[in-house]
T-cell receptor, first 114, second 116 residues
Framework: ETGVTQTPRHLVMGMTNKKSLKCEQH?????MYWYKQSAKKPLELMFV???????ENNSVPSRFSPECPNSSHLFLHLHTLQPEDSALYLC?????????????FGSGTRLTVV | AQSVTQLGSHVSVSEGALVLLRCNYS??????LFWYVQYPNQGLQLLLK??????LVKGINGFEAEFKKSETSFHLTKPSAHMSDAAEYFC??????????????FGKGTLLTVNP
């Protein structure tokens, strides 16, 4: 178990649906991240939260809405998605100020938009 | 600013052969360097890391990497490939400042195929 848990592991949703992805970390970290990984594309950093505050939003469309209620939980709310949003969504966490430890990743949510 | 270049998006080796995955970095400050492995439909798992102690770093599953400052490289090697090593490998760099919002910058990944 990696210490970062993502649910669900797989999600199929229609373009008009609303769904949420959940990420929970049990490592005492205070920074959390959402990444998008599409086939044959590099990892794309979407959002960064540090001590529950959003510190980075890499021009992500508004149909993706993150929420970080506390340092242990991170959500990604999805609505009116497009087929090109189908991808593996990865959550990661890290300890602020401890750059030598890197990030700890969850297993990801495989999202398919139909 | 820091960056990572992984030479070769796809590397194919025979089972039992040497594995060499190349990574070059750019950083204005002393770096921390990482290799991650990703199996299909899984997250990224830390393979090994360099944090300014020994320049030759040993990781899990028989992998090792050597930090060469003069060449700004951190290549990943394994003497003998196993079928289970087939996966995608990512090199990453962060700086040693340890400040808030430190960033991990990833390379584009190298897909390793192992042929029987």
């Amino acid at each position: 178990e990696t210490g970062v848990t993502q649910t669900p592991r797989h999600l199929v949703m229609g373009m008009t649906n609303k769904k949420s992805l959940k990420c929970e970390q049990h490592l005492g970290h205070n920074a959390m991240y959402w990444y998008k990984q599409s086939a044959k594309k590099p990892l794309e950093l979407m959002f960064v939260y540090n001590f529950k505050e959003q510190t980075e939003n890499n021009s992500v469309p508004s149909r993706f809405s993150p929420e970080c209620p506390n340092s242990s939980h991170l959500f990604l709310h999805l609505h009116t998605l497009q087929p090109e949003d189908s991808a593996l969504y990865l959550c990661a966490s890290s300890q602020d100020g401890a750059s030598g430890y890197g990030y700890t990743f969850g297993s990801g949510t495989r999202l398919t938009v139909v | 600013a820091q960056s990572v270049t992984q030479l070769g998006s796809h590397v194919s080796v025979s089972e039992g052969a040497l594995v060499l995955l190349r990574c070059n970095y750019s950083s204005s400050v002393p770096p921390y360097l990482f290799w991650y492995v990703q199996y299909p439909n899984q997250g990224l798992q830390l393979l090994l890391k360099y944090t300014s102690a020994a320049t030759l770093v040993k990781g899990i599953n028989g992998f090792e990497a050597e930090f060469k400052k003069s060449e700004t490289s951190f290549h990943l090697t394994k003497p003998s490939a196993h079928m289970s090593d087939a996966a995608e490998y990512f090199c990453a760099v962060s700086d040693q400042s340890g400040g808030s919002n430190y960033k991990l910058t990833f390379g584009k990944g190298t897909l390793l195929t192992v042929n029987p």
